[in-house]
């Protein structure tokens, strides 16, 4: 063992031991995958006075799994206002208060926004303890660009206010993110299909962390298909939209060669390079890329 591990695991143990500070903890939980859990998530959890959770029937059963025992208390929606009050008051007397929501991040398309404004200006501490979100991993793995994207959480459930929503979308360069219920999503996409066009490119994530996780890229006319195939449709979803500039159906696309060799000659960079950015702009990987740029090369020859 090098002496950095022993001052990390040092480290570790020493920060294992701190007592808390007063303040509001947002805990990030997992959103399948228990082993998303953080240390740090573990040892907030064990050392709050109180934990806030959206439900704590759901919570309990993380807090039976890590042997947990710090008390719970609801706060969700429907009492947010008055329970925001009470935890409030106990912040200010400098107790430490853990909020979490059913999974993920709370904050996003959770409870959590209400009681961080009230505990700033009750000038008491705010401490996030990152961890697992839905949209973001859809995000890193859909192949789609992540240099600007744009977090919507969930549609309207009905259906004149989703197409309008839809509708008013900026299409410049960002990547949309959606959360989107399973017996909404065949709907939804036929908005998206009617709205953007058959070729404009989606990516669904499904399951996310979970042993049924999936994946579906592909035009938005190909998925509706391949999900109206199935006998249901069920799990929990991310939908993200391609930005315009990657939204063109396959037979309509320049080829990829083309696309490659313009990029190389605009900006000068590698055929690797370029490759690179054409896969992301397609929505696709680095191999399949690379494997099309070969077919079309050999087509050439
Ligand atoms: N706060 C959570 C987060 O950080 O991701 C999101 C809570 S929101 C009420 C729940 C929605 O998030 C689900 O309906 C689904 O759209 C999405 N979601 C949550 N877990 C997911 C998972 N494992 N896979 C895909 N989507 C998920």
Avoid at 66 to 90: C, D, K, Q, W
Wanted: hydrophobic content about 40%; aromatic content about 4%; overall charge negative.
């Amino acid at each position: 063992m090098s002496p950095n591990q022993i001052s990390d695991q040092n480290n570790l143990q020493s920060r294992d031991d701190r007592p808390l500070a007063p303040g509001l903890y947002l805990v990030a939980t997992p959103i399948g995958n228990l082993e998303d859990i953080t240390l740090r998530a573990l040892r907030v959890l064990r050392q709050a006075d109180r934990i806030a959770c959206e439900d704590t029937r759901q919570t309990q059963k993380l807090l039976n799994h890590f042997e947990i025992r710090t008390p719970t208390v609801s706060y969700h929606m429907h009492n947010e206002g008055s329970r925001t009050e009470e935890l409030i008051a106990e912040l200010r007397q400098g107790a430490r208060i853990a909020v979490v929501s059913d999974a993920g991040t709370p904050g996003i398309a959770d409870p959590g926004g209400q009681i961080v404004a009230a505990a700033l200006a009750a000038g008491v501490d705010v401490f996030p303890i990152p961890g697992a979100n839905a949209a973001i991993s859809g995000l890193i793995a859909s192949g789609l660009p992540t240099e600007h994207f744009t977090f919507h959480g969930f549609l309207p459930a009905k259906a004149g206010q989703r197409k309008t929503a839809l509708e008013d979308l900026d299409r410049s360069d960002a990547t949309h993110i959606f959360y989107e219920a399973p017996h909404r999503i065949l709907d939804t996409l036929a908005d998206v299909e009617s709205v953007f066009g058959p070729a404009q490119h989606v990516v669904i994530a499904r399951e996310l962390t979970k042993l049924h996780e999936e994946f579906l890229r592909g035009t938005v006319a190909d998925l509706r298909s391949q999900l109206n195939a199935r006998a249901s449709v069920r799990g929990e979803i991310v939908l993200m939209l391609a930005p315009a500039a990657a939204e063109t159906a396959p037979e309509t696309k320049a080829t990829l060669a083309a696309e490659v060799a313009a990029l190389r000659k605009s900006e000068g960079i590698s055929e690797m390079d370029a490759l690179k950015r054409v896969a992301r702009e397609r929505g696709i990987g680095k191999s399949e890329a690379y494997r099309e740029l070969q077919r079309e090369q050999n087509r050439l020859r």
